[in-house]
């Protein structure tokens, strides 16, 4: 393959993984939407949705027999990526106050551009360093907007939603080390995460399920757009695309997600929001001037 094949092929797996992005900007409000559903039932619900639409993709395209060449390892370390974040991150949004610990779990994108220059054939350049902390900046004014110090009960909480961060990007980042593996085993991850969160559900909460046509349509959409498709167009961006920018860029989900919100009449709208959008798209173009250089 040619530099120009290559470069076209980077950008279209760049732009693939940026829609896993946009499809997780829809998560804030589909999930306010899924109420009283608990968290691993929903968890369980949304990703049985994503693994079996996944399968349904790997029979048509007769990637069946891909699947059975992936070892078992790696189906432990998908499986371990997803379940284990959204955990943490459930877990850590029950011990501590929403906004700080959804802060401190956002650092994941800010890790992976760090981390992603300890990647074979990847260089960490100054731009891309002030790229995401200008971007994390604009994100912080959206999680964290009007929060309160930290309170010396809530530190267990604020402790997992770190690991929360180090482990989504842990899994972002090894993905590309596993870029042989094709993107149909994470129809696997998927179906194996379903399982951990109803045995998770079974063990810790009651079973709620929604209470009208808005709730199965918003438990419908997570499992189709954020909690299902995304994973997949996300795989395929850390694997073959940029992954510097795909970190820095993910910083645009908490902007998407509280603008959605703003359109939906759930949030309003604040002088606070727009300067978080000039950080977060100012961060997003030094990380791609980076990379373009």
């Not at 850590?92 to 906004?99: D, E, F």
């Not at 401190?104 to 890790?111: C, E, G, K, Q, T």
């Not at 438990?219 to 167009?233: D, N």
Request: proline share 5%; glycine share 12%.
């Amino acid at each position: 393959m040619c530099s120009d094949q290559r470069a076209k092929s980077r950008t279209r797996a760049t732009a693939i993984g940026f829609s896993a992005i946009l499809l997780w900007s829809l998560l804030a409000l589909f999930t306010v939407g899924s109420a009283p559903v608990p968290p691993f039932l929903l968890n369980a619900i949304c990703f049985a949705i994503g693994g079996g639409l996944g399968l349904i993709w790997v029979w048509q395209t007769h990637g069946v027999g891909q699947l059975r060449a992936v070892p078992w390892r790696v189906y432990a370390f998908g499986t371990a990526g997803l379940f284990g974040y959204h955990f943490l991150y459930f877990s850590a949004l029950r011990m501590a106050p929403a906004a700080e610990a959804g802060l401190i779990a956002y650092l994941w994108p800010l890790l992976i551009v760090l981390f992603s220059g300890l990647l074979p054939g990847e260089r960490l350049r100054p731009l891309h360093i002030l790229g995401a902390l200008i971007a994390f900046a604009g994100a912080a004014l959206i999680v964290a907007g009007g929060g309160q110090g930290p309170k010396a009960a809530a530190l267990p909480g604020y402790g997992l939603a770190f690991l929360c961060a180090l482990t989504w990007s842990g899994y972002s980042l090894l993905s590309r080390r596993l870029g042989q593996v094709p993107t149909a085993a994470v129809a696997v991850y998927c179906l194996a995460t379903a399982a951990l969160s109803a045995l998770a559900h079974l063990a810790l909460e009651p079973t709620v399920w929604p209470v009208s046509a808005l709730g199965w349509a918003s438990v419908l959409g997570l499992g189709l757009g954020p909690v299902g498709l995304a994973f997949y167009t996300w795989d395929i961006g850390v694997k073959r695309g940029d992954i510097q920018m795909l970190g820095t860029a993910s910083y645009a989900a908490p902007l998407l997600s509280t603008l959605a919100l703003v359109l939906a009449g759930v949030a309003a709208a604040s002088l606070s929001l727009l300067l978080a959008a000039a950080l977060i798209a100012t961060g997003a173009a030094l990380a791609a001037r980076a990379s373009r250089a």
